[in-house]
């Protein structure tokens, strides 16, 4: 039976009028980048916030190295290994670096702050990562990008067993994202399991492992990113195949309700030689038209104006 760093299973959490979450599954193997994808809406981020603490869930449980959890907050979280690199940065812009990376656990010497110890740590880390960026710095002179890769050092220093990223490629450029895949694959080869968010499917089959697919709420499969199509994959996110995206039309034109032949405006300048059906069930769309035409041939019609 393979041994995982993290399992949540049977999750299911409701909001008044919606059940965002019903029966849900997620299972983490160590040395893994597992993906977690889903059109917008399935429950991606309730998941995740239900590990975190920040919801409450209604049903299931989740387990970390084999022992039952139920963090009660992200702090929580936090410091029994469990981090997440999100999407929106909320980081002290007028702190340093080094205070973001440690903020709420400075290492003390006495009852003062150890700012020499605090330095050397932040950049020994940086130096483990690859990462240039003075750990003194102002996070407000950082560039988004180096915001980003900060907050995944300080998912690093907690030496987390789970690291949950959340769309990390969004504000990257393409050499910032190869240096990102150099450290998941740090973070992989030390042991971490990575919950990979993301819509882009290159990058899914460029680094994931595995890859979890939740619709609706509700999980639809994990499995073994080794084999499986990019069309597969689309097909379980959306529940039907692409050649079926678009619905064949089955509809035939309506009869004629109203027939516009020649309508020219007494008073000019104004519209000229216009013609159209409209049908029964339609909506007609008018363009090509500037300004105030449109207008003019609606109330044409109905003798607003000659």
């Not at 020649?262 to 769309?285: H, M, W, Y």
Request: glycine residues 8%; proline residues 3%.
């Amino acid at each position: 039976m393979d041994k995982y760093l993290l399992e949540m299973t049977g999750i299911s959490k409701s909001f008044p009028g919606v059940k965002a979450l019903d029966n849900v599954n997620l299972k983490i193997r160590p040395h893994t980048v597992h993906a977690l994808m889903g059109e917008n809406g399935a429950g991606k981020s309730t998941l995740m916030k239900c590990l975190f603490g920040i919801y409450s869930k209604d049903e299931g449980k989740i387990f970390l190295d084999g022992k039952e959890v139920n963090f009660i907050s992200a702090k929580d979280a936090l410091e029994n290994g469990v981090s997440m690199v999100h999407q929106e940065l909320n980081q002290v812009l007028q702190r340093t670096v080094m205070d973001n990376v440690w903020l709420g656990r400075y290492p003390l010497k006495g009852v003062f702050v150890d700012h020499k110890k605090m330095y050397e740590d932040t950049k020994k880390i940086f130096q483990e990562l690859d990462i240039d960026i003075d750990p003194k710095a102002k996070v407000s002179t950082l560039s988004v990008s180096q915001m980003q890769m900060v907050e995944i050092a300080k998912a690093f220093s907690y030496n987390s067993k789970v690291i949950v990223m959340d769309e990390p490629t969004s504000s990257l450029t393409e050499k910032e994202v190869a240096h990102l895949f150099k450290i998941i694959k740090k973070l992989t080869d030390r042991g971490c399991g990575v919950v990979y968010i993301s819509h882009k499917m290159e990058e899914i089959k460029g680094i994931c492992d595995d890859i979890t697919i939740l619709r609706d709420g509700q999980w639809v499969a994990t499995t073994s990113l080794d084999g499986i199509t990019t069309d597969q994959i689309i097909g379980m996110m959306v529940g039907r195949e692409l050649t079926q995206r678009f619905p064949e039309k089955t509809n035939k034109p309506q009869e004629v309700i109203m027939e516009v032949e020649n309508l020219t405006a007494k008073n000019q300048p104004s519209i000229q030689n216009v013609t159209f059906d409209l049908r029964k069930g339609e909506i007609l769309g008018v363009a090509g038209l500037v300004g105030s035409k449109r207008t003019d041939i609606v109330e044409t019609i109905f003798g607003i104006r000659e």
